[in-house]
């Protein structure tokens, strides 16, 4: 069983950056186990993946939308997931959702993942 707390949303201005953070708590196996993915969802919008990364590949995976803006990472010591996001534009406006699966087998599909948090507001705007 997978617990997943985000922070660190808030207010930006264009051009600026912050960096997201999800706590989890684990219980049976260690986090290094989880492949992890980041989503969001505006509002209207459906729920869209961000960020992915496949523990057993040590791969990660990004959307052309973010390619280069944002970069996932995790600390394994802290049970912390982190989704750093810099140049951040009003369209990156949504609630932002991190995710945890031990069944990867394709970035961004929302059905593989099993475990998510309750969420957190990123509002990007002037």
């Known amino acids: 069983q997978v617990q997943l707390v985000e922070s660190g949303g808030g207010l930006v201005q264009p051009g600026g950056s912050l960096r997201l953070s999800c706590a989890a708590s684990?219980?049976?196996?260690?986090?290094?186990?989880?492949?992890i993915g980041w989503f969001r969802q505006a509002p209207g919008k459906e729920r869209e993946g961000v960020s992915c990364m496949d523990i057993s590949k040590g791969r990660t995976y990004y959307p052309d939308s973010v390619k280069g803006r944002f970069t996932i990472s995790t600390d394994n010591a802290k049970n912390t997931v982190y989704l750093q996001m810099n140049n951040l534009k009003p369209e990156d406006t949504a609630v932002y959702y991190c995710?945890?699966?031990?069944?990867?087998?394709?970035?961004?599909?929302?059905?593989?993942?099993?475990?998510w948090g309750q969420g957190t507001q990123v509002t990007v705007s002037s």
């Open positions: 995710a945890a699966t031990l069944a990867f087998y394709s970035p961004f599909v929302e059905d593989e993942f099993d475990y």
């Open positions: 684990v219980s049976g196996l260690s986090l290094d186990t989880y492949s």
